[in-house]
C-alpha cells in the first residue's frame, strides 16, 4: 500500500488561472522539466482532458503511463489516478487542491501516492517523493507567475 505525501505553495495568481495552467496538458513538456511529452487521449464534453498519456525522463528515471483526470465543478480539485500499471509505477493517485486567499494569492495544495513497480527503500522513496513535489511546485509557481 502507498503512502500519501503532501505538500503546498502560495502563487500569486487567483485559482482560475493556476487551474488553467494545470490543464493545460499539451504545454507540460514547455515548463515541467521531466515530462517529454504529452498526448490527451480523451476530453469530456467541456474540452477538459480525462485521460493523457506521459513520456517522462528524469534521468534515473524513465516512464510511460497514462492518468485519468476529474475536476471539481469550480476546478478547485483536479485530482488524478494511473490508468494502467506502467514499467516503474503499480498505481499513482494525486490531487492539486487550489484555494484563493485573501491577499489575491492562492495556496496549492499538492498530494500525491505512488506504489513503485520496483523495490525501494522507504527512506530513499520519501526523499524522492519529496523531490518530485517540490520541483513540480516550483515549476507550476514559475510558469503560472511568469505568464501573469
Known sequence: MADTSTQS??????????????ADFARYPEWVAAVKSVEVIEEYEDGYASQVSFVLDS???SDEYTLRYEYAE???????SLVAPSKMQKQQDGSYD???????TSTVTYSLSVEL????????KRKAEKMIMDTALKELKRRVEGAA
Not at 469550480?74 to 488524478?80: G, K, N, V
Not at 513497480?117 to 530513499?124: D, E, H, N, R
Request: aromatic share 6%; proline share 8%.
Open 9 to 22: 505553495i502560495v502563487i500569486d495568481a487567483p485559482p482560475e488561472r493556476i487551474a488553467e495552467v494545470i
Open 74 to 80: 469550480d476546478l478547485t480539485r483536479i485530482e488524478w
Open 98 to 104: 487550489i484555494t484563493a486567499n485573501a491577499d489575491g
Open 117 to 124: 513497480a520496483i523495490g525501494m527503500l522507504g527512506m530513499f
Open 59 to 61: 534521468g534515473p528515471v
